[in-house]
């Protein structure tokens, strides 16, 4: 037998008379206890529970399923004592019903509804639940797709997990020369301190590949790496960037609004390149969330707690920037806790037979062109080159000789193409000064302007070349505004190749 439940249902005859069908709220509640019948006898089980989630009434078919001989040795414990799993709980806190869920139980599931009980002035008083079906074979379509679709999202999360890794360890920063082992010291020990770490050095050094390194070789090394390029991203993007922004909060924001990269990284370790280009109005909101490890995303009122490790970077003077007024002090001395400076090539050189067949190799797995090696001519050119782009210079002045050349051999014939930034310094000096003291025949004067544009040409060629084909830092070191350099590359007629500027 079942435990009576009394219901608050006012008995009603059998047969309902005319006066009987315009009385609409007993007709109603007769639906109600009707159905409540109907249900409790097709379905495989039915509960109740009170305010406090304790059982106030069960069938005997459910609840011998969960081992209990009678419902009577169930009323009064609390649901989840009796049925694991269960959100029977939930749907009480929330007063929100679960219309159709898998109840995951032994030996079978259910397939089960559960509906909030309220009473006359909608406070929630309870809720009822009905196990459906105890075998899932007339929703096996349904639930097939539903763990396909589960199967997926859980391999698009163990993708995107994977892209969030670091990508590089220590032992991918190739080199034995005594400044790349100390660099490799000081890395090691940054990974094992867990604090904020400044990575100095030029451009093209590898200051990113030994911000992953550090990731790869602390604490948090199995939780995200995000990394965020200051200089690549519009200053206006770069709050919504950092800290997300919420539904609605502008126009062309994603209807469940954006994570920030502050949220992204949480547990794990953000990495900031090029953070001395970052906008002073933006300097203070991230010192702020650095100080209070909290973010609070565009247009919303919540705040949102984050633990996220800070690796910054730049190629910039930060101290010089800080003295000039554009870059606050406080948030320099925030991020400069733990300075690393990574090394130009130029002063790790007895890396260089090493560095160039990694990347040799690395260029021939690319390409599929066969693997190249470089002769002693090759190497000695090499070794004169002031390398103002580093270690991506280098791969650009391989990957061209490579892929121009036809010999298996490279020798220094082969890097013709290097520009005059890469040539050695003194043959560049030499060349300069014999233009200079040349005499001129009459016919070979030029007109001022087109000596003025040569002059122009070769100068934004070299800067460009030294900057790594940055405009914006070329721009800054020539003293001229972005906008301007611009416009003279284009009228100048300058390449904006891999090998020239890049737009930022």
Not at 207 to 213: D, G, M, S, T
Not at 262 to 268: I, R
Request: charged content about 25%.
């Amino acid at each position: 037998m079942n435990a009576r439940l009394d219901l608050p249902f006012p008995p009603m005859p059998l047969a309902l008379t005319a006066p009987e069908l315009v009385d609409f709220q007993r007709v109603r509640e007769r639906a109600m206890q009707s159905l409540f019948e109907s249900l409790e006898s097709l379905c495989e089980g039915t509960l109740v529970v009170d305010r406090d989630s304790r059982i106030v009434w069960i069938n005997d078919r459910y609840v011998k399923r969960f081992g209990f001989a009678t419902p009577e040795d169930a009323i009064g414990k609390r649901v989840e004592e009796v049925i694991p799993n269960t959100l029977m709980g939930e749907v009480v806190r929330s007063g929100k019903p679960i219309l159709l869920d898998i109840l995951e139980a032994e030996p079978v599931p259910f397939v089960v509804t559960r509906l909030p009980l309220k009473d006359d002035a909608g406070e929630v008083i309870g809720a009822v639940g009905f196990a459906l079906y105890d075998k899932l074979q007339p929703l096996q379509p349904l639930y097939g797709r539903l763990s396909r679709l589960q199967q997926e999202l859980a391999q698009a999360q163990k993708k995107l997990a994977e892209e969030r890794r670091a990508k590089y360890t220590f032992s991918n920063f190739v080199g034995i020369s005594p400044a790349t082992m100390e660099l490799k010291r000081q890395g090691r020990r940054a990974a094992r301190l867990d604090t904020t770490v400044l990575l100095l050095g030029e451009t093209g050094t590898g200051k990113e590949l030994i911000a992953h390194a550090i990731h790869s070789a602390s604490d948090r090394a199995d939780k995200p790496f995000v990394g965020v390029n200051v200089a690549a991203i519009p200053d206006t993007l770069l709050e919504t960037e950092f800290f997300g922004a919420a539904p609605g909060a502008y126009t062309g924001v994603d209807k469940k609004g954006r994570i920030g990269k502050f949220e992204l990284a949480n547990g794990g370790t953000l990495f900031l390149d090029e953070v001395g280009d970052m906008p002073l109005n933006l300097q203070a909101k991230l010192l702020r969330a650095l100080q209070e490890q909290e973010v609070e995303p565009v247009g919303s009122n919540r705040v949102i707690k984050v633990d996220a490790r800070i690796i910054a970077a730049t190629s910039v003077d930060l101290a010089k920037r800080v003295a000039e007024g554009r870059f606050r002090s406080d948030l320099y001395y925030r991020l400069n806790v733990l300075s690393v400076t990574v090394p130009p090539l130029r002063q790790r050189l007895d890396d260089l037979p090493v560095l160039c067949e990694h990347i040799l190799e690395n260029i021939a797995q690319r390409t599929g062109l066969p693997q190249r090696e470089l002769d002693a001519s090759a190497l000695d050119l090499l070794r004169r080159c002031p390398w103002p782009g580093n270690i991506r210079e280098l791969r650009n002045a391989l990957e061209q000789a490579t892929l121009l050349s036809d010999h298996l051999r490279l020798s220094a014939a082969d890097f013709t193409n290097l520009s005059p930034a890469t040539e050695p310094a003194a043959a560049t000096a030499s060349r300069a000064d014999d233009d200079a003291d040349a005499p001129l025949t009459p016919d070979d004067i030029p007109a001022y302007s087109e000596a003025v544009a040569d002059f122009e040409r070769r100068l934004i060629r070299q800067a460009l070349a030294a900057c790594a084909g940055k405009v914006p830092e070329a721009a800054q070191r020539l003293g001229l505004g972005r906008a301007t350099l611009y416009k003279k590359i284009a009228a100048l007629g300058i390449a904006t190749g891999s090998t020239a500027a890049k737009a930022p």
